[in-house]
């Protein structure tokens, strides 16, 4: 879905190295969040940001840390990255409007490989 | 804390048959429950949404049930076709704001 954008899609790194993961949103949603997906685990929340002054933790948020530079663009950050943080990251969106559903949008997710 | 645990193996149907996928939960209900459809290299793709006072909902060949007795969810995929191939996601919400997901079953479904 191209409302939803990551950069980059792919990405290899070493060991104890600091790297960011960006999203983009055309939705004019106001909610955005970090997963990431590992074989036999399903998607797990990193964290989730309300708004731009709003940023929570969701239940694996060590060793991560989120930037909401705007409505639109929610970054993720691994300040030392280890082997273990090698998934799959997905940005999603929703609309706090939608009330009682929170249908969430997701990017076409970022595969991240750490050496 | 919660678990959820979707049909363990894969499944391979085909083509024609009804596809039925489990979503299982302990502890308490949720307030609602949703549907995601994911194929290989993208995101996952929002269904269907069924509330813990409905019984049953439907859209187009996908039928999802609730039972909040037995704690589980079926999804059914009837008339299947092989574009319905992909891996399908649970997930639960008991606030309005997070998600926690299954696993997920991948479906292959046989022309």
């Known amino acids: 879905d191209a409302d939803v954008t990551q950069t980059p899609r792919n990405r290899i790194t070493k060991t104890g190295k600091r790297i960011m993961l960006e999203c983009s949103q055309t939705?004019?949603?106001?909610?955005m969040y970090w997963y990431r997906q590992d074989p036999g685990l399903g998607l797990r929340l990193i964290y989730y940001?309300?708004?731009?002054?709003?940023?929570n933790k969701g239940e694996i948020s060590d060793g991560y840390s989120v930037s909401r530079q705007a409505q639109a663009k929610f970054s993720l950050s691994l300040e030392s990255a280890i082997p273990n943080q090698t998934a799959l990251y997905f940005c999603?969106?929703?609309?706090?409007?939608?009330?009682?559903?929170?249908?969430?949008?997701f990017g076409p997710g970022t595969r991240l490989t750490v050496l | 804390s919660q678990k959820i645990e979707q049909n363990s193996e894969a499944l391979n149907i085909q083509e024609g048959k009804t596809a039925t996928l489990t979503c299982n939960y302990t502890n308490y209900s949720p307030a609602y429950l949703q549907w995601y459809r994911q194929d290989p290299g993208r995101g996952p793709v929002f269904l269907l949404l069924i509330r813990e006072n409905e019984k049953e909902k439907r859209k187009e060949r996908l039928k999802v049930t609730f039972d909040t007795t037995l704690k589980q969810s079926l999804f059914h995929i009837t008339a299947s076709q092989p574009a319905d191939s992909a891996t399908y996601l649970c997930a639960l919400a008991w606030d309005d704001y997070k998600l926690s997901f299954g696993a997920g079953t991948t479906v292959t479904v046989r022309a």
């Open positions: 940001s309300f708004d731009v002054k709003d940023i």
């Open positions: 939705k004019g949603h106001d909610r």
């Open positions: 999603a969106t929703s609309d706090k409007a939608q009330r009682g559903t929170n249908e969430q949008f």
